[in-house]
């Protein structure tokens, strides 16, 4: 049974190769195709729009230094949202569940950041290592703990989006399977069920969205310290 909850997570392959590839590229699918003109239709007036929200919001706390990562962190940001949606909908695979594809994204991403200013700034990037007005004794202690704090950042981006998302499939799949198994026994409870898998599938929705937001927003922020 346990076995089962999880097989959710797994990869799926055919003929031995796994279709992961094809679960990344689809959202593609969804955006605007190129043409003469910038609008064609509603739909693509409303995307418009959503993106240039999106891009005021990431590009806020930055300087106009940080604004030439504008076309990155909003595709990023785009990319996400859609396969973390994409992945609510039955009989789909989310790739963001994978851990190692999350890493995949944070890690090179926030080594840009830590090398754009180790190249512009190197003393102050430097010193954030060790905050103004420390005293002497714990010098190399706080330098360990910053520099392991830095370390750990692409980590935690990753685990962080890995674990929520993971977490919200567990909880839709256990209170479906109670759905369904209580119904033929106590329909009335099945359907009190079934009012809190809608509101978790509501919840899980938001969790999605904000999860997505928050992996490049962080991003942005480490961007910040470094420009």
């Excluded at 714990?138 to 392991?148: G, H, K, M, S, V």
């Excluded at 919840?203 to 937001?213: D, G």
Aim: aromatic share 8%.
């Amino acid at each position: 049974m346990n076995m089962a909850f999880f097989d959710q997570f797994s990869s799926p392959s055919f003929l031995g190769i796994p279709l992961i590839l094809i679960s990344m590229t689809f959202p593609a699918l969804l955006l605007p195709s190129l043409d003469n003109r910038w609008i064609t239709n509603r739909l693509s007036t409303l995307q418009l729009w959503f993106i240039n929200l999106v891009t005021k919001q990431l590009m806020m706390p930055l300087d106009k230094k940080g604004h030439k990562w504008a076309l990155i962190l909003t595709s990023l940001m785009i990319f996400l949202l859609l396969i973390n949606l994409l992945g609510l909908l039955p009989y789909t695979f989310t790739p963001t569940t994978q851990l190692s594809m999350n890493l995949a994204l944070a890690f090179p991403l926030w080594l840009a950041t830590l090398l754009t200013g180790l190249r512009n700034q190197p003393s102050i990037s430097l010193g954030h290592l060790l905050p103004e007005g420390t005293p002497t004794p714990l010098i190399p202690a706080l330098i360990l703990i910053e520099t392991t704090s830095l370390l750990i950042r692409p980590l935690a981006l990753g685990v962080r989006l890995t674990a929520n998302l993971t977490a919200g499939h567990l909880l839709i799949q256990l209170v479906s399977t109670a759905t369904t198994a209580l119904f033929p026994t106590m329909p009335v409870v099945s359907l009190l069920t079934l009012l809190i898998l809608f509101l978790l599938t509501i919840l899980e929705i938001a969790v999605a969205m904000i999860q997505a937001y928050v992996f490049v927003l962080l991003l942005s922020l480490y961007l910040q310290e470094n420009i």
